[in-house]
């Protein structure tokens, strides 16, 4: 045989291996026995006499069709034919050195998270019968640090990075504790739906591994919270269950498992779950297909109906918006619940697709919530003028502030594209750019709200 | 002569789990054995024989390993377990309840010779 003939033998072996890799059925150990089993039989071939180039058809024949071949394997491998997240990955490439350790490092990083939640019971602040409010401030300071540091691990993050993310936390936990915030105080919980909010973009830096300035990369950073949000609820529920069959049982043999589960199993399991859903989120991103997309598509019609009978309710009834306590509140969340629909379905759309009936639904369910909330607006502000502002007020007004500009111009962009004058990137553009307002703005509460109002 | 597919799938289990009850081995030298055994009449596609190998692993009446020769390129070699010579053992006990009722069946009709397949099927 030739030098040449073997290369062309090779080449020919090289592309049916391919074929088969390609047949979800057969894993990659397969493809390898069955590659062996097709060298064997071309030796066998060519001893015989036969060229090279003969011998691997024929080998190829006998070897049965990949059709024929793939069934019988999804037969006895039923399971393949659902996309496995296997936890220990096949030992296939050489690359697997690096992703053999992330697991390990997943485990150490969750592990941390956990315990870190436990060292203030050190100092005799327990989180079961914490009536202070260390943990409301803190809770954040203890669980996204590991996540950070587990993705600055994944990324292998430049040590500039590194100790820009650092002085974030360090200033994350001053503006929490340094401040005099009273057990109970407007500032106490203002600081404490803010400041996960400001170290999630500052997570969200880790995990663009320090190119945080790229709009694809905060895309995919939009993807990444939508989906480990719906994890984190998926373990969360798993969690819920674990936590009252250990109440129960326990009790069933007459010992109170309730201070451990408050004190041990309920915070050491949220900070581990907050890690494991986020490996989660990155084992399974090229398995399974995003669920975020999948919710948007079914929630974006219902929600745009329901916006627009409320429309028509309140033109019907010609009741105004009554302005209770909360009800800024409640608007603030009814956009961020719309900006999401929207979020997603621009991290799931394919950027090129010409609009279509889905994208009107959206602009129809966009238009209508910025019509609801110029309502709520008009009837808030003579309240506010009334009754002078409180950091509450203030923190819901100026979200509500800033989710309506970014929908009024997303609005724009949408009909813009809806009506063909405008691609769909600007819109995704628009979107990625305006994260920098959320951080300005969340920062701003954290650290300049309470001494604004005397913290109080 | 060409033995018809039920046949081969039927006789496909007992006759691997014999050869490798004589030793050790890998899917191509099983199937080569198949072949001289049954002087080139059982024929199989090739392939079929991996998800056998497969389902007879997952039942646990084999056991496979990877063995790496010195030089040369990794091999999935298939070893019988105990179940699988109590398994081999079951079929042979099946398999010759039907040989003997087929006997029984030959000799009361001997007036049935075997034919021989047509000529424009030889080439088959």
């Known amino acids: 045989m030739t030098i040449a003939g073997d290369s062309e033998l090779e080449g020919q072996i090289a592309e049916w291996r391919a074929y088969v890799h390609r047949r979800r059925e057969m894993h990659s150990t397969d493809a390898e026995e069955l590659e062996d089993h097709l060298r064997n039989r071309i030796t066998e071939l060519t001893e015989s006499g036969l060229r090279a180039d003969e011998a691997f058809l024929i080998a190829v024949k006998r070897m049965g069709t990949l059709d024929e071949?793939?069934?019988?394997?999804?037969?006895?491998?039923?399971?393949?034919?659902?996309?496995?997240?296997?936890?220990?990955?096949?030992?296939?490439?050489?690359?697997?050195?690096?992703?053999?350790?992330?697991?390990?490092?997943?485990?150490?990083?969750?592990?941390?998270?956990?315990?870190?939640?436990?060292?203030?019971?050190?100092?005799?602040?327990?989180?079961?019968?914490?009536?202070?409010?260390?943990?409301?401030?803190?809770?954040?300071?203890?669980?996204?640090?590991?996540?950070?540091?587990?993705?600055?691990?994944?990324?292998?993050?430049?040590?500039?990075?590194?100790?820009?993310?650092?002085?974030?936390?360090?200033?994350?936990?001053?503006?929490?504790?340094?401040?005099?915030?009273?057990d109970g105080s407007q500032s106490l919980a203002i600081t404490a739906i803010h400041l996960p909010l400001a170290l999630w973009l500052v997570v969200g830096v880790a995990y663009t591994g320090g190119d945080w300035r790229s709009d694809r990369r905060r895309m995919d950073f939009v993807r990444?919270?939508?989906?480990?949000?719906?994890?984190?609820?998926?373990?969360?529920?798993?969690?819920?269950?674990?936590?009252?069959?250990?109440?129960?049982?326990?009790?069933?043999?007459?010992?109170?498992a309730e201070e451990f589960i408050g004190s041990w199993l309920a915070p050491c399991g949220f900070a581990a779950a907050v890690i494991v859903s986020a490996w989660l989120v990155e084992a399974k991103q090229s398995v399974i297909e995003n669920m975020a997309p999948v919710l948007t598509r079914v929630f974006t019609p219902l929600f745009a109906a329901t916006l627009l009978a409320f429309l028509v309710a309140v033109a019907w009834t010609n009741n105004g918006i009554d302005v209770e306590r909360d009800a800024l509140i409640l608007f603030d969340l009814l956009l961020v619940v719309v900006l999401g629909l929207l979020l997603y379905s621009i991290s799931a759309r394919d950027l090129t697709a010409p609009p279509g009936f889905f994208d009107r639904m959206q602009l129809a369910l966009v238009v209508s919530a910025l019509v609801i909330d110029a309502l709520v607006l008009l009837a808030i502000t003579g309240r506010i003028t009334e009754w002078g502002f409180t950091p509450n007020k203030t923190a819901a007004l100026g979200e509500n502030i800033i989710l309506l500009a970014n929908l009024a111009w997303s609005a724009w962009l949408l009909l813009g594209f809806v009506r063909g004058r405008m691609p769909f990137a600007h819109l995704e553009r628009w979107q990625t750019r305006y994260m920098v307002v959320y951080a300005a703005w969340a920062w701003t509460v954290v650290l300049t709200f309470p001494p604004l109002f005397d913290f109080a | 002569m060409r033995i018809t597919k039920d046949l081969v799938a039927a006789s496909a289990t007992p006759l691997v789990l014999g050869i490798l009850a004589e030793g050790e081995s890998y899917g191509y030298a099983i199937l080569k054995q198949v072949n001289e055994l049954s002087g080139g009449q059982l024929e199989w596609t090739d392939g079929l024989l991996y998800p056998l190998l497969h389902r007879l692993e997952r039942l646990g009446h084999v056991e496979a390993s990877w063995q790496t020769p010195p030089e040369g390129r990794r091999r999935k070699y298939y070893r019988i377990t105990e179940q699988g010579l109590a398994e081999l053992a079951e079929q042979r006990r099946q398999w010759a309840a039907v040989v003997d009722a087929l006997r029984g069946v030959w000799n009361s009709t001997q007036a049935i010779q075997p034919i021989t397949a047509p000529a424009w099927e030889g080439g088959r």
């Open chain 1, 69 to 182: 071949l793939s069934r019988e394997f999804a037969r006895e491998h039923s399971e393949r034919l659902w996309k496995q997240l296997v936890l220990a990955k096949e030992p296939s490439a050489p690359a697997a050195a690096r992703s053999r350790r992330e697991l390990p490092v997943m485990l150490l990083c969750a592990a941390v998270a956990a315990l870190a939640v436990k060292v203030p019971s050190l100092f005799g602040v327990d989180i079961a019968d914490d009536d202070g409010s260390f943990y409301v401030r803190n809770m954040s300071l203890f669980v996204l640090p590991p996540l950070a540091a587990y993705f600055v691990w994944q990324r292998r993050v430049g040590p500039r990075v590194i100790g820009a993310l650092a002085a974030l936390f360090v200033l994350g936990a001053i503006a929490a504790n340094a401040y005099p915030l009273d």
């Open chain 1, 224 to 256: 990444f919270s939508g989906e480990w949000l719906i994890y984190l609820n998926l373990l969360g529920a798993g969690g819920g269950m674990l936590m009252a069959f250990t109440a129960g049982t326990f009790n069933a043999i007459g010992l109170d």
